[in-house]
């Protein structure tokens, strides 16, 4: 295990807490990084935007759709959330709420 996939695991929890991914599309540009770090989380749509993806790979595009972040993408997901330049992914522990990456981590 890398050095930053351990610092990704212990900002999740020592305890494997459950996290959850969302996009807000408001702010997404349309980049398509989300896209090559996750492709099996996120998704393009034809407006040009990314949505998250659900467990059979269906596009979830309601506002504020929610999807779990496996423990083996954990790493792409956060990667995607730190490198968005709309800086519209969210990722937050399921149990609180909390976010741990993205722009309103604190």
């Given at each position: 295990m890398s050095v930053q996939q351990e610092a990704v695991q212990q900002v999740a929890g020592a305890d494997g807490a459950a996290l959850e991914v969302w996009i807000d599309q408001d702010l997404c540009t349309g980049d398509g990084i989300c896209a090559q770090y996750a492709p099996e989380v996120f998704e393009l749509d034809i407006d040009g935007l990314a949505y998250v993806k659900g467990g059979d790979g269906e596009l979830l595009q309601d506002g504020g759709a929610t999807v779990p972040v496996p423990l083996p993408l954990l790493t792409d997901v956060v990667d995607s959330a730190k490198e968005c330049p709309g800086?519209?992914?969210?990722?937050r522990r399921v149990s609180d709420k909390v976010e741990v990456y993205g722009p309103d981590a604190g």
């Open positions: 800086e519209c992914i969210h990722v």
